[in-house]
């Protein structure tokens, strides 16, 4: 592999930004550049100094005027879901009866998991999302497909095969032995090959029974090291169907701690409805509350209470959630997540929706040393973003001034066109 120095407006992030003016949350370069050296960033920073720097034979990339960043994270995505955007239903569980657990059948089909997991990296990468935590389906194939396919790719993706033995048709479940023993043949047959990381994957309380969140637990007590994927919280409905299925739960948090799931590596999709009770609990354990705007909004949800969660020290995230989301476009997604706090009358900037979006959701998925910066040593998964990529944008961009005002542009008028290049482990796709 040839060494490759991408010219352009680098922007990495430090830490989580406290105000829409915290220049000291990131490092941003006008005319900067990044060292790509087999598949990692050796240097980051100011063109002329990472220039002096470079070994000979570099091959030259100016990616000018454009903005440098590591590519989007994805940290909750269904990757069975492509054909179930898009449906129209009442509420969450309606979705899942008529539609979700409908299509999710068809993935017992080994061509057809084949087919999907192409088209999904296919998608994903389009959006300049370069790693995603993915739920596959019940079936140990789809898994089998999603981890070939990213192999094949190089990709670092998070996936796990979906545990779920009750509340569901037949086809589509499994039993909590025959979960646990699939769930373990994936981590052995999968993580740690190429990328990959598997995830231990209970879909949520009401398609689990006790005796399968018992073995998800003792799943997450052999493999301390795996990131655990579930949904809390997202309806009301559910809310309540969880407390009758596990009526000795003091809420819907507890199903998951008395079963020793709710850890650090834990990441809850959704969990909108919460006490302060819960938000302690979840806190303390330093498991991860995932916000998906736009599934929420689409399936009428509710309103992700971030300013609540943040004030009890709750770990978050930002994810697209397909199919219940209705954009692949982490740029979308960073504008409805901004819209939902206007609503709740909380700011959001920009700069901290970025920061999300790439260093924080890395930081949720415990895997910030590989991916989500620009940092010397981390894999090069990298992004060029336009934001003058269609004529409103461009007309828009005549009167920015800042790089704050920039991302704004970005998050609020841009999608899959402004992203115009992705490197994954360093090589362009
Ligand atoms: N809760 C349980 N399964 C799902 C799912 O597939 N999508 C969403 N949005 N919520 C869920
Ligand atoms: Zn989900």
Known sequence: MTPKLLRGRVLSFKSRPQARDDHASYVYEEDGAVLVENGRISAAGRYAEVRLNSPIGVELIDHRPLLLM?????????????????????????????????????????????????????????????TA??????????????????????????????????????ALTDTAQSSYDDTKSVIADWHGKGRNHVAITPRFAITSSPAQLEAAGTLAREHPDLLIQTHLSENNAEIAYTMELYPEARDYTDVYARHGLLTRKMLLGHAIHLSDREMDAIAEAGSVAVHCPTSNLFLGSGLFDLKRLKEHGVRTAIATDIGGGSSYSLLRTLDEAYKIQQLRGHRLPPIENFWQATRGNAEALGLVDRIGTLDPGTDADIIALDASATPAMAIRMETVETLEEELFVLQTLGDDRSVRQVYVAGEAV
């Open 70 to 130: 590591a590519g989007f994270i994805d940290p909750h995505i269904h990757f069975p879901q492509m054909q179930v955007t898009a449906s129209y239903a009442a509420n969450l569980l309606e979705w899942l009866n008529t539609y979700t657990f409908v299509e999710e059948q068809r993935f017992a089909d080994a061509a057809h998991s084949a087919r999907f997991a192409k088209l999904f990296f296919d998608e994903l990468l389009r959006q300049g999302t370069t």
């Open 133 to 170: 935590a993915a739920y596959c389906s019940v079936h140990k194939g789809s898994a089998d497909a999603f981890f070939a396919e990213a192999t094949r790719r190089n990709l670092l993706m998070v996936g796990g095969k979906v545990m779920m033995d009750r509340n569901a048709p037949l």
